[in-house]
């Protein structure tokens, strides 16, 4: 159990919040009251919905700021879940006088954000055509009241002032808007990260307030424009529309065929065989761990992950020879890179891509797998797959139905390969 698990046992205990949330459908809590286990600024921000502390999950609740020294908590509809990104992705270049914005310096959200502006992205994306960095950081919110959705019908709640953060906001001649950034893939997010700022500056300025979710990741910027229908409605939140960016690379299809080429494989490590679908997930926690080690809890927390999947993930880090596990006395498991992740992870965008494809093609299943491929136009099918790992062998793989849901993670591996050609996709 976490330390916010077991202060918000705690309080539970302490106080009737559920009793009150049951009979009056909410709890106000003082961040004094919270304060008596712990750090309120540790123990009420969930930007996720798994974030949750584990009484808060089981009773379906969640804590919304009402001012700076009090929460309420009731069974809010206070997450949203992302839509799926498109698939194609516009093709941006950093200026190359800009050193210091290399994607593999882009290590914050910040940074991130400083790195779409001077690609051009923010203005293709508000279509505007000038933009100016204004407001950020923490400030107080104005006085404004709300209608959610909790699982006894619609609830009134009135914000005074309470603390907003904003990461970034950008003013054009005909709109302001207001940026939360993430540089982790997550699978939903916290409305009020948006709300909240969204009715502070639309009650402040006459233009429009325009609401953006920023997502960056392995050079890729996923970009998503939210509207509030009802600005009187936390829950009418709607999609305006979602638009992808990627930071050129110039690889081509003869750089894969090389690579293949040149590729020579190693005898398989005694790691189960992978199971882990989403290579774009594997790079970020790759990334995150360029920064500091992680434990299991971090990447389950930060991934929405069950354990069983941070299981999954670490492991095909492992396998790949980029992610080290340090078992501690007492203390669980802690992830660093290893020496090839932690160099492979600082190299120049293109030399990265190919540097981590290089690590996957040292694997006989997926070095083979391409190599029909390319043959052929096309990735093999699941049982042709299958094949090729019952005649190269897979650790740990058995059963017929193992061995199916990992050719799944095969050719997920394989189609991110092919995914880092640029072919079809246009510049701006």
């Not at 930007?47 to 808060?56: G, Q, R």
Request: proline share 4%; glycine share 6%.
């Amino acid at each position: 159990m976490g330390l916010n698990d077991d202060a918000w046992e705690r309080l539970f205990d302490k106080y009737p919040i559920l009793h009150e949330v049951e009979t009056q459908g909410k709890y106000i809590i003082s961040a004094k009251q919270i304060k008596e286990f712990r750090e309120p600024r540790l123990m009420t921000k969930f930007d996720h919905k798994l974030n949750l502390p584990a009484v808060f999950r089981d009773n379906s609740l969640s804590i919304l700021p009402l001012s700076r020294g009090s929460y309420v908590i009731s069974s809010f509809e206070a997450y949203k879940e992302f839509e799926e990104p498109a698939a194609g992705a516009q093709l941006v270049s950093i200026p190359g006088c800009l050193q210091s914005l290399m994607p593999q310096f882009l290590t914050s959200e910040a940074i991130a954000l400083h790195c779409a502006g001077a690609c051009g992205i923010l203005e293709d994306f508000l279509e505007e055509e000038w933009l100016v960095p204004t407001v950020s950081g923490q400030m107080g919110s104005g006085v404004f009241s709300f209608a959610i959705n909790a699982a006894a019908g619609p609830q009134q709640v009135a914000v005074s002032s309470a603390q907003i953060e904003i990461d970034a906001a950008y003013e054009g001649a005909g709109s302001l808007s207001l940026f939360e950034a993430k540089n982790s893939l997550s699978k939903d997010f916290l409305i009020r990260q948006l709300y909240y700022p969204f009715r502070t500056w639309s009650a402040r300025i006459t233009k429009p307030v325009k609401t953006v979710f920023l997502v960056f990741s392995n050079g890729r910027f996923c970009l998503y424009q939210y509207s509030f229908v009802d600005p009187g409605n936390y829950n009418s939140l709607q999609l305006v529309k979602q638009k992808n960016y990627q930071i050129a690379t110039k690889i081509s299809l003869s750089d894969i065929e090389s690579l293949l080429a040149q590729t020579a494989l190693l005898q398989e490590p005694e790691i189960p065989f992978p199971q882990a679908d989403s290579m774009a997930r594997i790079i970020n926690m790759l990334e995150l761990l360029s920064q500091r080690p992680m434990t299991a809890r971090d990447i389950t927390s930060r991934y929405l992950f069950e354990s069983r999947q941070t299981n999954y993930y670490t492991d095909a880090g492992r396998y790949l020879g980029l992610i080290r596990k340090e078992e501690r006395e007492n203390r669980g498991v802690l992830y660093h890179l290893t020496q090839e992740g932690s160099r492979i992870m600082s190299l120049a965008h293109k030399e990265r891509q190919l540097a981590l494809a290089g690590q996957i093609l040292k694997h006989g299943v997926f070095h083979e797998t391409l190599r029909l491929c390319l043959g052929r136009g096309k990735v093999p099918d699941r049982k042709e797959i299958v094949e090729i790992m019952e005649a190269l062998g897979a650790y740990h793989v058995y059963a017929s139905s193992t061995y199916f849901r990992r050719a799944s993670t095969v050719a997920s591996w394989i189609h991110w390969i092919l995914s880092i050609i640029e072919t079809e996709r246009y510049r701006l």
